[in-house]
Protein backbone atom coordinates (compact mmCIF):
# COMPACT_ATOMS: atom_id res chain seq x y z
CA UNK A 1 0.00 0.00 0.00
CA UNK A 2 2.98 2.42 0.43
CA UNK A 3 4.55 1.31 -2.42
CA UNK A 4 1.75 1.99 -4.70
CA UNK A 5 1.24 5.94 -2.60
CA UNK A 6 5.06 6.64 -3.04
CA UNK A 7 4.33 5.48 -7.16
CA UNK A 8 1.23 7.74 -7.48
CA UNK A 9 2.86 11.10 -5.40
CA UNK A 10 5.47 10.22 -8.16
CA UNK A 11 3.88 9.58 -10.98
CA UNK A 12 1.80 13.49 -9.66
CA UNK A 13 4.79 14.92 -9.83
CA UNK A 14 6.12 14.62 -12.47
CA UNK A 15 3.02 15.20 -14.56
CA UNK A 16 3.27 18.85 -12.98
CA UNK A 17 6.85 19.15 -14.05
CA UNK A 18 6.56 18.61 -17.19
CA UNK A 19 3.47 20.53 -17.56
CA UNK A 20 4.68 23.35 -15.55
CA UNK A 21 8.39 23.33 -15.93
CA UNK A 22 8.89 22.22 -19.73
CA UNK A 23 12.13 21.25 -20.90
CA UNK A 24 13.79 23.87 -23.41
CA UNK A 25 14.32 20.91 -25.67
CA UNK A 26 10.77 19.42 -26.62
CA UNK A 27 12.27 15.90 -27.68
CA UNK A 28 14.08 15.83 -24.22
CA UNK A 29 11.10 16.60 -22.25
CA UNK A 30 9.26 13.18 -24.19
CA UNK A 31 12.04 11.12 -23.77
CA UNK A 32 12.03 12.43 -19.94
CA UNK A 33 8.30 11.58 -19.72
CA UNK A 34 8.28 8.74 -21.75
CA UNK A 35 11.25 7.41 -19.88
CA UNK A 36 9.25 8.03 -16.34
CA UNK A 37 6.22 6.58 -17.83
CA UNK A 38 8.18 3.51 -18.40
CA UNK A 39 9.19 3.18 -15.12
CA UNK A 40 6.31 3.70 -13.50
CA UNK A 41 4.88 0.51 -15.31
CA UNK A 42 7.84 -1.25 -14.45
CA UNK A 43 7.01 -0.65 -11.50
CA UNK A 44 3.17 -1.61 -11.33
CA UNK A 45 3.36 -4.45 -13.56
CA UNK A 46 4.81 -6.63 -11.15
CA UNK A 47 2.10 -5.64 -8.63
CA UNK A 48 -0.36 -6.43 -10.71
CA UNK A 49 1.40 -9.96 -11.59
CA UNK A 50 1.31 -10.27 -7.25
CA UNK A 51 -2.43 -9.40 -7.35
CA UNK A 52 -3.23 -12.06 -10.01
CA UNK A 53 -1.48 -14.68 -8.19
CA UNK A 54 -3.34 -13.61 -5.10
CA UNK A 55 -6.68 -14.00 -6.67
CA UNK A 56 -5.90 -17.28 -8.19
CA UNK A 57 -4.23 -18.62 -4.76
CA UNK A 58 -7.80 -17.20 -3.31
CA UNK A 59 -10.00 -18.76 -6.12
CA UNK A 60 -8.29 -22.15 -5.81
CA UNK A 61 -8.39 -22.32 -1.77
CA UNK A 62 -12.20 -21.54 -2.23
CA UNK A 63 -12.75 -24.23 -4.37
CA UNK A 64 -10.86 -26.38 -1.77
CA UNK A 65 -13.36 -24.86 1.19
CA UNK A 66 -16.51 -26.42 -1.26
CA UNK A 67 -14.83 -29.58 -2.11
CA UNK A 68 -14.28 -30.10 2.32
CA UNK A 69 -18.21 -28.69 2.41
CA UNK A 70 -19.76 -31.41 -0.03
CA UNK A 71 -17.81 -34.26 1.99
CA UNK A 72 -18.74 -33.12 4.79
CA UNK A 73 -22.37 -32.99 4.07
CA UNK A 74 -22.49 -36.57 1.77
CA UNK A 75 -20.82 -38.03 5.54
CA UNK A 76 -23.50 -36.23 7.57
CA UNK A 77 -26.71 -37.18 6.03
CA UNK A 78 -29.32 -34.80 7.28
CA UNK A 79 -32.11 -36.65 9.82
CA UNK A 80 -35.72 -36.25 9.00
CA UNK A 81 -37.35 -34.20 11.55
CA UNK A 82 -40.29 -36.96 11.66
CA UNK A 83 -41.32 -40.32 10.32
CA UNK A 84 -44.56 -42.34 9.46
CA UNK A 85 -45.14 -46.10 10.72
CA UNK A 86 -46.06 -47.43 7.24
CA UNK A 87 -46.57 -51.21 8.59
CA UNK A 88 -49.46 -52.80 10.00
CA UNK A 89 -46.91 -53.76 12.67
CA UNK A 90 -43.29 -52.57 13.91
CA UNK A 91 -41.83 -53.44 17.07
CA UNK A 92 -39.80 -50.45 18.73
CA UNK A 93 -36.52 -51.59 20.51
CA UNK A 94 -34.37 -50.30 23.47
CA UNK A 95 -31.38 -51.06 21.16
CA UNK A 96 -30.64 -50.73 17.60
CA UNK A 97 -31.20 -54.71 17.19
CA UNK A 98 -34.32 -57.06 17.17
CA UNK A 99 -32.25 -59.00 19.88
CA UNK A 100 -33.03 -55.95 22.29
CA UNK A 101 -35.95 -55.82 24.48
CA UNK A 102 -39.46 -54.55 22.70
CA UNK A 103 -40.37 -51.37 24.61
CA UNK A 104 -43.34 -50.25 22.11
CA UNK A 105 -45.57 -51.76 19.50
CA UNK A 106 -46.77 -49.39 16.58
CA UNK A 107 -48.75 -49.55 13.50
CA UNK A 108 -49.92 -47.88 10.08
CA UNK A 109 -49.57 -43.84 10.28
CA UNK A 110 -47.90 -43.35 13.78
CA UNK A 111 -46.15 -40.66 14.00
CA UNK A 112 -42.46 -40.03 15.82
CA UNK A 113 -39.38 -37.49 16.11
CA UNK A 114 -36.65 -38.42 15.05
CA UNK A 115 -33.77 -38.41 17.54
CA UNK A 116 -30.42 -40.19 15.77
CA UNK A 117 -29.76 -42.80 13.51
CA UNK A 118 -27.85 -45.70 13.62
CA UNK A 119 -27.05 -48.39 10.73
CA UNK A 120 -30.81 -49.50 9.59
CA UNK A 121 -32.33 -48.11 12.65
CA UNK A 122 -34.02 -44.62 14.02
CA UNK A 123 -33.78 -43.68 17.61
CA UNK A 124 -37.31 -41.79 18.17
CA UNK A 125 -39.76 -40.36 20.74
CA UNK A 126 -41.99 -43.41 20.91
CA UNK A 127 -43.57 -41.68 24.03
CA UNK A 128 -43.10 -38.60 26.34
CA UNK A 129 -39.83 -39.34 27.73
CA UNK A 130 -39.27 -42.28 26.72
CA UNK A 131 -36.87 -43.19 23.91
CA UNK A 132 -35.97 -46.68 21.11
CA UNK A 133 -35.01 -47.71 18.19
CA UNK A 134 -37.04 -48.72 14.95
CA UNK A 135 -36.14 -50.49 11.79
CA UNK A 136 -36.21 -48.40 8.69
CA UNK A 137 -37.78 -50.64 6.81
CA UNK A 138 -40.97 -49.61 8.95
CA UNK A 139 -41.12 -46.40 8.23
CA UNK A 140 -41.97 -43.57 5.75
CA UNK A 141 -41.11 -39.58 5.75
CA UNK A 142 -44.07 -38.93 3.65
CA UNK A 143 -47.07 -38.87 6.33
CA UNK A 144 -48.86 -39.69 3.31
CA UNK A 145 -49.02 -43.85 4.19
CA UNK A 146 -50.41 -46.41 1.62
CA UNK A 147 -53.09 -48.56 3.47
CA UNK A 148 -53.94 -51.88 2.61
CA UNK A 149 -57.36 -52.39 1.18
CA UNK A 150 -58.40 -56.33 2.46
CA UNK A 151 -57.40 -58.57 4.73
CA UNK A 152 -57.71 -62.16 3.90
CA UNK A 153 -58.35 -64.31 7.42
CA UNK A 154 -55.87 -67.20 7.88
CA UNK A 155 -57.84 -69.05 10.26
CA UNK A 156 -61.04 -68.89 11.98
CA UNK A 157 -61.49 -66.03 14.80
CA UNK A 158 -64.20 -63.77 15.78
CA UNK A 159 -64.82 -60.07 15.57
CA UNK A 160 -65.47 -58.19 18.39
CA UNK A 161 -66.76 -54.78 19.44
CA UNK A 162 -63.80 -53.98 21.18
CA UNK A 163 -60.23 -54.21 20.00
CA UNK A 164 -59.75 -56.58 23.01
CA UNK A 165 -61.24 -59.97 23.50
CA UNK A 166 -63.19 -58.75 26.33
CA UNK A 167 -65.50 -57.13 23.97
CA UNK A 168 -69.01 -58.79 23.10
CA UNK A 169 -68.53 -61.46 19.69
CA UNK A 170 -70.33 -60.04 16.69
CA UNK A 171 -69.30 -62.32 14.44
CA UNK A 172 -66.96 -65.21 13.28
CA UNK A 173 -64.60 -65.93 9.96
CA UNK A 174 -63.31 -68.50 8.49
CA UNK A 175 -60.34 -69.38 6.77
CA UNK A 176 -60.00 -68.04 3.50
CA UNK A 177 -62.62 -65.65 3.73
CA UNK A 178 -61.81 -61.93 2.60
CA UNK A 179 -62.97 -58.35 4.64
CA UNK A 180 -62.71 -54.58 4.11
CA UNK A 181 -59.64 -52.96 5.93
CA UNK A 182 -60.75 -49.44 7.79
CA UNK A 183 -57.98 -49.06 10.40
CA UNK A 184 -55.69 -50.56 12.93
CA UNK A 185 -54.81 -50.04 16.27
CA UNK A 186 -52.46 -51.13 19.26
CA UNK A 187 -54.09 -52.37 21.98
CA UNK A 188 -51.85 -53.46 24.87
CA UNK A 189 -49.02 -54.32 22.68
CA UNK A 190 -51.26 -55.90 20.70
CA UNK A 191 -52.17 -54.96 17.05
CA UNK A 192 -55.71 -54.80 16.43
CA UNK A 193 -57.84 -54.48 12.77
CA UNK A 194 -61.17 -52.86 12.42
CA UNK A 195 -62.88 -54.75 9.48
CA UNK A 196 -66.17 -54.57 8.04
CA UNK A 197 -67.80 -57.32 6.21
CA UNK A 198 -69.92 -57.22 3.23
CA UNK A 199 -73.34 -56.65 5.33
CA UNK A 200 -71.79 -53.47 6.68
CA UNK A 201 -70.96 -54.77 9.85
CA UNK A 202 -68.01 -53.56 11.53
CA UNK A 203 -65.74 -54.92 14.14
CA UNK A 204 -61.95 -55.58 15.46
CA UNK A 205 -60.07 -58.99 14.85
CA UNK A 206 -56.78 -59.70 15.93
CA UNK A 207 -53.80 -58.47 13.22
CA UNK A 208 -52.42 -61.98 13.52
CA UNK A 209 -55.85 -63.59 12.05
CA UNK A 210 -55.39 -62.27 9.00
CA UNK A 211 -53.33 -61.41 6.38
CA UNK A 212 -53.77 -57.16 4.71
CA UNK A 213 -53.21 -56.53 1.29
Not at 93 to 109: D, E, K, M, N
Not at 121 to 130: C, Q
Not at 184 to 201: A, D, K, T, Y
Request: net charge positive.
Amino acid sequence: MKKSLKLTIFASLLFIGVCFFPLSNGSAQTNVLLASVEWVSAQINPLKTKVSQLEAKIEAQAREIDKLKNAISNETPILPSSIYVNSLEATVHRGALTSYRVVAVTTFRQKFNVIAEHGDWYNIEYSKGKYGWIQKSKISTSSAVKLPTQVKINKTTTIHRGALTSYQVVATLSRGQSVKFISSFVSQNEVWINVELSSGQRGWIQASSGEVK
